[in-house]
């Protein structure tokens, strides 16, 4: 059987699969570790493997590799890319260093490790507003996101944030009138949504969370019916954790590149390991400080 190779090529290489709660259930099913960014580059870093085989999209795994550069890290698929990292460039962050003098660039981790080598902070969902609430600047170029940077601007008005209009295109251009008429056939259900969806959609939600936020508020509300508002691979995750409460997804609500992944060639990487992570080495020195500061920083949430 697959899953018996997969056990046992895992065994073989000292190798530990890590997966992102929005890549398939059947990855996620074989995964040693599930969840959000931030977690899989802590546990990562504690891990006494050889290899490490991530499925996810590629910064996922250049974040994990500049945290653990003794380790070979594979992706499953390396064409699985996020198309937000690569919305913002050096040139404009170069241009708001120009501008304002007590700057900090905060950088969402969906982006290059470039990008991350020309940062101050790495965030991600669940830390961005804690991690934003606690720089010392008064200015932030919050990139690439502009709905994750407009929802931390709200929380910390403090702060003088400017948004780079980065975005998500799965959780931006998703239908409202899609979530009204699941509202309508489930007037019960909560909305849980993710920051990475506009304000159109955060509008009519109870509750605004990262992947790890949402999983946790199904467990904290006593409703018993929940619509989600973001990618449905994180079906895995809420029905396996609450098998007594009912979840509704937008049909829509699917990331292509999360989904290029799976079983199959997740034993063709074992096998072949031809899908290594290599991170360049001046980029990957710069790019960890932004990384660990994230982690000394997010670690409470
Ligand atoms: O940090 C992550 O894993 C992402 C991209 C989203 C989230 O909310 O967890
Ligand atoms: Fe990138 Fe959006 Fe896919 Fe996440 S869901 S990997 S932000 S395209």
């Not at 509202?183 to 969806?197: D, I, M, N, S």
């Amino acid at each position: 059987m697959m899953k018996d190779r997969i056990n046992e090529l895992k065994r073989q290489e000292n190798a530990a699969i890590l997966a992102h709660y929005y890549v398939d259930k059947d990855i996620q099913a074989l995964a040693d570790y599930t969840g959000d960014s931030f977690y899989l580059a802590e546990v990562a870093s504690k891990l006494k493997v050889d290899c490490l085989i991530v499925a996810g999209v590629y910064f996922m795994g250049e974040s994990i590799k500049i945290l653990n550069p003794e380790k070979q890290v594979y992706m499953i698929e390396t064409e699985a890319d996020c198309p937000m990292a690569h919305m913002v460039t050096v040139a404009d962050i170069m241009k708001m260093r120009e501008a304002y003098e007590d700057l900090s660039v905060v950088c969402y981790v969906n982006s290059t490790a470039e990008i991350k080598a020309h940062s101050d902070v790495c965030v991600t969902s669940s830390n961005a507003v804690q991690i934003v609430q606690g720089l010392k600047e008064k200015n932030i170029y919050f990139i690439p996101d502009e709905n994750l940077g407009a929802y931390v601007k709200k929380q910390v008005p403090n702060k003088h944030i400017i948004l780079h209009s980065g975005y998500c295109p799965v959780h931006h251009y998703i239908s409202t009138q899609a979530l009204e008429d699941l509202k309508a056939a489930h007037p019960k259900a909560k909305v849980l949504a993710h920051p990475e969806c506009p304000q159109r959609i955060l509008d009519l939600a109870d509750f605004v969370g990262s992947t790890k936020g949402i999983i946790h508020q199904a467990g904290e509300d006593s409703a018993e019916e929940f619509i989600i508002m973001t990618e449905s691979g994180i079906s895995y995750a809420l029905e396996s954790t609450y098998p007594n409460k009912t979840f509704y997804y937008l049909e829509e609500f699917v990331c292509q590149d999360m989904k290029k992944q799976n079983r199959e060639k997740l034993l063709a990487c074992l096998e072949n390991r031809d899908h290594e992570v290599i991170v360049d080495e001046g980029i990957a020195r710069a790019a960890l400080k932004p990384l660990e500061k994230m982690l000394l920083l997010g670690g409470k949430s």
